[in-house]
C-alpha cells in the first residue's frame, strides 16, 4: 500500500499511513479526554443526587477530591498502557485508508490487527480472571475490531490539524481520525469538507 494517496480503477482513493505514536500525541491525547469525559459522567450523577438529597457542600467536595484521586491513577495507568501498546506496535501506529464519495473506512494492516486481537484476548481473559464486565467487553470489541467506517452524510464536525497529519472526524457515536502526509493533505482534507454537507469544519 503507497503511503501517497491514489486513486484505483473503481474510483476509490487509497493509501497508508505510519503514525509515530511517542512523537505524534494526537492518538493519547484522544484516550486521554474519552477517560475524562467518562469519568465526569460518572462524577457528575451522585453530585446532582447529593445537591438534591440536601448533602452538604463539604462533603460533595470531599467526595470530588476522592474521584480527583481516581482520575490522576486512571491517567498514570493509561500512559503506561499507551506506553506498552507502542512497544508491542514497534512504536507506530499503522493505518490504511480507502475512501469514495460516501464515506471513508479506516483499517488497521493485517500485523497490527492480529496484535491488536491478542491485546483484546489477554484483557478479556484477565477481565474474567478479575469478574470485570467491563474489561471482558473492552477485550471482546478489540478482538472483533478491524476496520472502521464514518459515513460522510453523518458526520456533524470536522477539524484539520496539519501540523499533526490528522483530520478529525465527528459524529453522533462515531469518531475517528484520518492521517494523512504532508504531500496530500490539502486534498484530503478539502475533499471531507466537501463531502459533508452537514459538518462545521475546522482547518488549521
Not at 491514489?6 to 474510483?11: E, F, I, K
Given at each position: 500500500?503507497?503511503?501517497?494517496?491514489?486513486?484505483?480503477?473503481?474510483?476509490?482513493?487509497?493509501?497508508?499511513?505510519?503514525?509515530?505514536m511517542m512523537k505524534n500525541l494526537t492518538i493519547f491525547w484522544t484516550v486521554i479526554k474519552v477517560l475524562f469525559i467518562s469519568l465526569l459522567i460518572v462524577i457528575l450523577i451522585p453530585v446532582?443526587?447529593?445537591?438534591?438529597?440536601?448533602?452538604?457542600?463539604?462533603?460533595?467536595?470531599?467526595?470530588?477530591r476522592v474521584f480527583g484521586y481516581v482520575f490522576l491513577a486512571l491517567a498514570v495507568i493509561a500512559v503506561f498502557s499507551y506506553w506498552l501498546v507502542s512497544w508491542i506496535y514497534g512504536g507506530?501506529?499503522?493505518?490504511?485508508?480507502?475512501?469514495?464519495?460516501?464515506?471513508?473506512?479506516?483499517?488497521?494492516?493485517?500485523?497490527?490487527?492480529?496484535?491488536?486481537?491478542?491485546?483484546?484476548?489477554?484483557?478479556?481473559?484477565?477481565?474474567?480472571?478479575?469478574?470485570?464486565?467491563?474489561?471482558?467487553?473492552?477485550?471482546?470489541?478489540?478482538?472483533?475490531?478491524?476496520?472502521?467506517?464514518?459515513?460522510?452524510?453523518?458526520?456533524?464536525?470536522?477539524?484539520?490539524?496539519?501540523?499533526?497529519?490528522?483530520?478529525?472526524?465527528?459524529?453522533?457515536?462515531?469518531?475517528?481520525?484520518?492521517?494523512?502526509?504532508?504531500?496530500?493533505?490539502?486534498?484530503?482534507?478539502?475533499?471531507?469538507?466537501?463531502?459533508?454537507?452537514?459538518?462545521?469544519?475546522?482547518?488549521?
Amino acid at each position: 500500500m503507497e503511503n501517497r494517496v491514489t486513486r484505483s480503477q473503481d474510483g476509490k482513493y487509497r493509501w497508508a499511513y505510519e503514525v509515530p505514536m511517542m512523537k505524534n500525541l494526537t492518538i493519547f491525547w484522544t484516550v486521554i479526554k474519552v477517560l475524562f469525559i467518562s469519568l465526569l459522567i460518572v462524577i457528575l450523577i451522585p453530585v446532582i443526587a447529593d445537591l438534591f438529597d440536601g448533602v452538604p457542600f463539604i462533603v460533595i467536595l470531599r467526595n470530588l477530591r476522592v474521584f480527583g484521586y481516581v482520575f490522576l491513577a486512571l491517567a498514570v495507568i493509561a500512559v503506561f498502557s499507551y506506553w506498552l501498546v507502542s512497544w508491542i506496535y514497534g512504536g507506530s501506529y499503522k493505518a490504511v485508508y480507502e475512501m469514495d464519495e460516501d464515506g471513508i473506512t479506516t483499517s488497521q494492516t493485517k500485523e497490527q490487527s492480529d496484535k491488536a486481537k491478542a491485546i483484546g484476548a489477554i484483557t478479556a481473559v484477565a477481565g474474567l480472571a478479575a469478574r470485570s464486565h467491563g474489561a471482558v467487553s473492552a477485550g471482546v470489541n478489540s478482538m472483533n475490531s478491524g476496520s472502521f467506517y464514518s459515513r460522510f452524510s453523518k458526520v456533524r464536525t470536522v477539524k484539520a490539524d496539519r501540523g499533526n497529519n490528522v483530520i478529525k472526524m465527528n459524529a453522533p457515536f462515531n469518531y475517528n481520525q484520518i492521517y494523512v502526509c504532508d504531500e496530500d493533505f490539502d486534498f484530503v482534507a478539502g475533499f471531507i469538507a466537501e463531502h459533508c454537507p452537514n459538518a462545521t469544519t475546522s482547518m488549521k
